[in-house]
């Protein structure tokens, strides 16, 4: 199988599937809840099903495809197998046509476009292609936010709880709109650019995965229960699973700046991997 296959069927799986640990997430939230915040999930459940038995796109907004190459031969074959890919899940429409220009306004109708889709490219020593796919709904890329600390208006200090306070007023002016329950990645540190990075590569982690940095691990549990208890919940109208995880990370920083940021995946969590070792190839 050519590489650009390869890559059209992560696509077809991330569109139409979420990860198992996702939809255990959402399974132990409905658990939880009761009333309207009970069946939007179990409606969301039902939704991942049918767009799974059907090989159908979960949601209408396929969002942007971001990828994450670690590799170890030719980006530029690598680059133009994705470009292939992206171009046959948009016409077979496992993606939406997403590629606008913000100055014409013309869509691409073919996804490809000026750094369109998004590809990080890190080359290691290892004998094996790994590529990982997130695509990122325009709701949940929204609300992202970045911060400077201190912060005067938060009263936030340059530390954890300063940190925490960021996190917190993220996700309480963000109120749903990025169709929670949310998943959120806070990236700690390092510049603008690389905080934001940061924040969105910690979108891959698994839901339930512990963070082997303990000063970090518990950061996310408490933050995770915190958020929890604003009572925004499901879609933003209510209830207790107002986010699925929390995931930080952090990064050495110059002493002038401390940047806190924060990045948002909406439920339809879609990511995905695929590995290709000599004539093997598998996609998680």
Same mark, same amino acid.
């Given at each position: 199988?050519?590489?650009?296959?390869?890559?059209?069927?992560?696509?077809?799986? =991330?569109?139409?599937?979420?990860? $198992? $640990?996702?939809?255990?997430?959402?399974?132990?939230?409905?658990?939880?809840?009761?009333?309207?915040?009970?069946?939007?999930?179990?409606?969301?459940?039902?939704?991942?099903?049918?767009?799974?038995?059907?090989?159908?796109?979960?949601?209408?907004?396929?969002? =942007?495809?971001?990828?994450?190459?670690?590799?170890?031969?030719?980006?530029?074959?690598?680059?133009?197998?994705?470009?292939?890919?992206?171009?046959?899940?948009?016409?077979?429409?496992?993606?939406?046509?997403?590629? =606008?220009?913000?100055?014409?306004?013309?869509?691409?109708?073919?996804?490809?476009?000026?750094?369109?889709? =998004?590809?990080?490219?890190?080359?290691?020593?290892?004998?094996?292609?790994?590529?990982?796919?997130?695509?990122?709904?325009?709701?949940?890329?929204?609300?992202?936010?970045?911060?400077?600390?201190?912060?005067?208006?938060?009263?936030?200090?340059?530390? %954890?709880?300063?940190?925490?306070?960021?996190?917190?007023?993220?996700?309480?002016?963000?109120?749903?709109?990025?169709?929670?329950?949310?998943? %959120?990645?806070?990236?700690?540190?390092?510049?603008?650019?690389?905080?934001?990075?940061?924040?969105?590569?910690?979108?891959?982690?698994?839901?339930?995965? %512990?963070?082997?940095?303990?000063?970090?691990?518990?950061?996310?549990?408490?933050?995770?229960?915190?958020?929890?208890?604003?009572?925004?919940?499901?879609?933003?109208?209510?209830?207790?699973?107002?986010?699925?995880?929390?995931?930080?990370?952090?990064?050495?920083?110059?002493?002038?700046?401390?940047?806190?940021?924060?990045?948002?995946?909406?439920?339809?969590?879609?990511?995905?991997?695929?590995?290709?070792?000599?004539?093997?190839?598998?996609?998680?």
């Amino acid at each position: 199988m050519k590489l650009a296959d390869s890559v059209f069927e992560l696509y077809k799986n =991330v569109s139409c599937s979420l990860p $198992d $640990d996702v939809v255990e997430g959402l399974r132990k939230a409905e658990n939880k809840e009761k009333g309207l915040a009970k069946n939007i999930i179990n409606g969301i459940l039902a939704n991942i099903q049918l767009a799974k038995e059907s090989s159908l796109p979960i949601c209408q907004d396929t969002g =942007v495809p971001v990828f994450y190459v670690n590799y170890n031969g030719s980006q530029k074959e690598i680059k133009e197998a994705i470009i292939s890919a992206t171009r046959k899940a948009t016409e077979k429409n496992f993606l939406r046509p997403n590629a =606008v220009d913000p100055i014409t306004g013309e869509n691409t109708g073919n996804n490809i476009g000026e750094n369109f889709p =998004v590809v990080y490219f890190h080359h290691w020593d290892n004998d094996f292609l790994r590529i990982e796919l997130m695509l990122k709904g325009g709701g949940s890329e929204n609300i992202g936010m970045l911060y400077s600390l201190p912060d005067s208006n938060l009263n936030a200090g340059r530390d %954890v709880n300063g940190i925490k306070k960021c996190v917190i007023d993220a996700m309480f002016k963000a109120q749903g709109k990025g169709c929670s329950p949310n998943i %959120v990645g806070v990236g700690i540190g390092g510049s603008k650019t690389a905080a934001m990075a940061l924040a969105k590569r910690q979108l891959l982690r698994k839901v339930d995965d %512990v963070n082997d940095d303990k000063d970090l691990a518990g950061i996310e549990e408490e933050l995770f229960e915190k958020l929890n208890k604003l009572g925004i919940g499901p879609m933003g109208l209510g209830g207790g699973a107002t986010v699925l995880g929390v995931k930080a990370a952090k990064q050495h920083r110059h002493p002038a700046s401390f940047f806190v940021a924060v990045s948002f995946m909406c439920w339809a969590c879609r990511r995905g991997s695929l590995i290709v070792k000599g004539n093997k190839i598998k996609i998680e």
